[in-house]
C-alpha cells in the first residue's frame, strides 16, 4: 500500500529545492537540479538500490532481479516560475511505488529501476527531453557544445557536476529494458472537467524546437525613413502572428514564440537582429505544420527585405504509446477503482525517447488544475496517491 504521508512529506521537501511558495525554477543541469537528485538517492539508496548518475546527468536507482528491466520515472527539473509538481511528481510517484512494494516484501523477478532524467524542460540550454534524449542514442550530434545566454555549455555544465563533458557516452542499450512507465500530472484541463483523477495516454504530439534569427540593419530611429529600414523586429512580428494564424487554421496544432530578444535594443535604434523561439506541436501531419511555418519565415523574410537563418533544436515525431502496456495501465487504474479515459498528451515528454526506441512504453495523466509551467499547477495529494498505487500495480504486473 502507498505511504500517502510519505509522499506528501517529500513532496513538500523536494518542492522546496531552488522553490519559494508555491513557484519552483530547478533548472536542468543545474546544482539545485543536483540537489534534487540527491534527494531522491538519499530515499532510494537505503532500501538496497544501487544508484548512479550517467554522463546525462540521468540518475537511476536500480532494485536487482533478473532478465530486462522496468524502468519507472520523470524529470526533476522545471521551467524558470514554474510549479511543483511538472516531473516531480512522477519521480515522488514512482520513488513511492517502488518503495510500497518493498514495504509490502512483494516478490519481483525482474530488476526495477527509477529514474529522474535530467534537463527535461531545456529550459537554459534549449534542448528539451535532454537526459532521456541521450540515454536512448538520439541527440543530435554537437550538442554538448550549445550554450546558454551566459556562453556556458552543456558541456561546461556537465563537467561542473563531475561528468566528462561529453553527454552521448550515456547511451544504453534498450533491449536491457522490459518496459517504461511514466506518471505525471495531465497540464490540462480534460481529467478535471471530466471528474476523473486518472488517464491514460494514447499519444504524444510531435514537437518541433527551433531558433530563429532575423538579422536586419540597426539604423537611426529619427533620422531613417520608413521605407529604407530593415527592422528585424517588424519582421519577426509578423512571422509571430503568422505563427498564430497557421497554427489556428490547422487541426489539433499549436505554435508559440516564447522567447524573443531584440538587438541592440534601444529605444532610438532600429532592431538590427531579433533572435525567437518556435515551438510548433500536432497530433496530426506535424511535418506539414513545421513546413508551412518555415515557408512563411522563408516568405516573409524575403518581402521585407532581412536574412532568416534557422537552427533546429529538437524534432520529436508524434508518438503512439505501446497498446499492450496501456492494457495494463488500465488493469492498474481499474484496481484502484478508477475507469480512466485515453488522452493524447499535446506536452512532450521523456516516454518518447524509449517509446521511439522500441521500448513498451506507458504514461499515466494524474489530474491537475491551475495550467502547467506556472506556480498556480497542483495535484492533490488523493490524486497523487491513487496515481502511485496504480503505477505500483503496473510495475508489479509487469515485473513479475
Ligand atoms: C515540456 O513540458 C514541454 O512539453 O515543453
Ligand atoms: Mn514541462
Ligand atoms: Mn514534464
Known amino acids: 500500500m ?21 513557484a519552483v525554477s530547478r533548472l536542468g ?21 544501487q544508484v548512479r548518475r550517467d554522463a ?10 533478473e532478465g530486462e528491466a522496468v524502468l519507472v520515472g520523470s524529470h526533476l527539473d522545471s521551467v524558470p516560475e514554474g510549479g511543483r509538481f511538472d516531473g516531480a511528481l512522477g519521480v ?15 516478490k519481483l523477478r525482474r530488476p526495477i529501476e527509477v529514474v529522474a532524467w535530467a534537463d527535461e524542460e531545456g529550459a537554459r540550454f534549449g534542448v528539451g527531453l535532454f537526459g532521456s534524449t541521450a540515454a536512448f542514442g538520439r541527440l543530435a550530434r554537437g550538442v554538448g557544445d550549445r550554450r546558454d545566454r551566459d556562453g556556458t555549455s552543456i558541456a561546461d555544465a556537465l563537467r561542473a557536476l563531475g561528468e566528462r563533458g561529453d553527454p552521448s557516452a550515456a547511451r544504453r542499450d534498450p533491449k536491457e529494458l522490459a518496459a517504461y512507465l511514466e506518471l505525471h500530472i495531465e497540464q490540462g484541463p ?9 488517464g491514460i495516454v494514447s499519444a504524444i504530439v510531435g514537437i518541433y524546437h527551433a531558433r530563429v534569427s532575423i538579422h536586419g540593419r540597426a539604423d537611426h530611429a529619427g533620422a531613417t525613413v520608413m521605407t529604407a529600414r530593415a527592422d528585424a523586429l517588424a519582421a519577426a512580428s509578423e512571422i ?3 505563427v498564430e494564424r497557421i497554427a489556428r487554421s490547422r487541426l489539433d496544432s499549436v505554435g508559440t514564440v516564447g522567447e524573443i530578444a531584440v538587438r541592440p535594443g534601444a529605444k532610438n535604434v532600429v532592431p538590427g537582429e531579433c533572435v525567437f523561439s518556435l515551438d510548433l506541436r500536432a497530433a496530426r501531419d506535424h511535418d506539414g505544420l513545421v513546413r508551412e511555418v518555415l515557408d ?12 532568416a537563418s534557422v537552427d533546429d533544436l529538437a524534432r520529436v515525431p508524434a ?38 526506441s522500441g521500448v513498451p512504453t506507458g504514461m499515466i495523466f494524474v489530474r491537475s488544475t491551475g495550467g502547467s509551467h506556472t506556480p498556480r499547477e497542483f495535484a492533490s495529494i488523493d490524486d497523487a496517491a491513487l496515481g502511485a498505487q496504480a503505477l505500483a500495480n503496473a510495475i508489479k504486473e509487469l515485473a513479475t
Do not use: M, Y
Not at 512563411?296 to 536574412?307: L, Q, S
Open 2 to 22: 502507498i505511504d500517502r504521508e510519505r509522499l506528501e512529506r517529500r513532496a513538500g521537501e523536494l518542492s522546496r529545492i531552488a522553490g519559494r511558495g508555491t
Open 29 to 49: 543541469l543545474s546544482a539545485d537540479e543536483q540537489r534534487a537528485r540527491e534527494l531522491v538517492s538519499s530515499w532510494l539508496a537505503p532500501r538496497g538500490a
Open 56 to 65: 546525462a546527468a540521468n540518475l537511476f536507482a536500480r532494485l536487482p532481479g
Open 92 to 106: 515522488l510517484c514512482a520513488v513511492e511505488a517502488v518503495e510500497s512494494l518493498v514495504d509490502a516484501k512483494v
Open 190 to 198: 480534460r481529467l478535471e472537467t471530466a471528474g476523473v483523477p486518472l
Open 240 to 242: 509571430v502572428l503568422a
Open 296 to 307: 512563411t519565415v522563408t516568405r516573409i523574410a524575403d518581402a521585407r527585405g532581412v536574412e
Open 319 to 356: 508518438t503512439s504509446l505501446d497498446s499492450k502496456i496501456r492494457e495494463v495501465l488500465r488493469r492498474a487504474t481499474k484496481s484502484v477503482g478508477v475507469d480512466a479515459p485515453e488522452l493524447v498528451s499535446g506536452a512532450g515528454h521523456d516516454a518518447q525517447n524509449p517509446a521511439l
